[in-house]
């Protein structure tokens, strides 16, 4: 089985492929400081727990925007699994051409969705990733990353709001009934969901018709990606598990 681990700010995403079957993913928090020795016991603990040998393991792919948890994560699978990782990193075999201005300046995060989405869906592709910030990355037919546009994620924009704003507190982040609020926590759930929404629509109409693109399929991912591709037209297409499988595609390219 193939091990592959998404680094993000906010969660290491795991998952367990058994050829091109996703057995299972996980979650863990980033944003506490682990060792070596307990990355090795968590991951192996997750995985026992969820039926699954990690003796089975034959191999480990990880993708991370948070350099400085990678010396612990990669000794933890080399010490614990015996397996020197792949690293989605400058110089690896994607399937994504970087047609940016700067190619190295590109998150290993937002290469895997646009592999993941290019290989699944074909392009013109849109890719939408609603993480702690949230990225509308275009890839044309060829599979070339063309442009990007990053804007703060929902959760960023709420703890601004409580964090900054001394009266207003912290709330869960869900659809209110209606945009007409009548006090504090769904004015606020309204603010940041709807101008999500608005958001999102805006950006995509304006990435589409300026490419000159026709037929772009609209894919998001990430973990608030269901509750505003729910809400709109212009996603075409929610995957939640679109990085784990660009991390499966990206294995299978290179030579091991």
């Not at 592999?115 to 890719?127: M, S, T």
């Amino acid at each position: 089985m193939l091990l592959t681990i998404d680094v993000g700010n906010t969660n290491i995403t795991m998952g367990v492929f058994d050829g091109d079957e996703l057995r299972g993913n996980f979650r863990v928090t980033t944003k506490i400081n682990r060792t070596s020795d307990e990355f090795g016991i968590i991951i192996k603990d997750i995985l026992r727990s969820n039926d699954l040998d990690a003796n089975q393991i034959y191999d480990v792919i990880i993708a991370s925007v948070v350099p400085n948890i990678m010396h612990s994560l990669t000794s933890s699978i080399i010490k614990y699994f015996d397996i020197q990782p792949v690293i989605v990193e400058a110089g690896i075999k994607t399937g994504i051409r970087i047609a940016t201005e700067n190619p190295k300046q590109i998150g290993a995060d937002r290469i895997v969705d646009a592999a993941g989405a290019y290989e699944l869906y074909g392009g013109p592709v849109l890719v939408l990733d609603y993480g702690t910030a949230t990225t509308y990355d275009l890839v044309d037919e060829t599979g070339a990353f063309l442009a990007g546009v990053t804007a703060p994620g929902i959760r960023i924009s709420a703890k601004a709001l409580w964090e900054d704003a001394a009266k207003l507190p912290e709330i869960e982040i869900k659809r209110p009934d209606t945009i007409l609020a009548k006090e504090t926590i769904s004015s606020m759930q309204a603010g940041l969901v709807f101008g999500q929404i608005g958001q999102t629509e805006y950006i995509v109409k304006h990435m589409i018709e300026e490419s000159g693109f026709d037929n772009v399929k609209v894919v998001a991912t990430g973990g608030l990606g269901g509750l505003i591709s729910s809400e709109t037209q212009c996603i075409d297409i929610y995957n939640p598990n679109l990085t784990l499988y660009g991390m499966k595609f990206i294995y299978d390219k290179q030579k091991r």
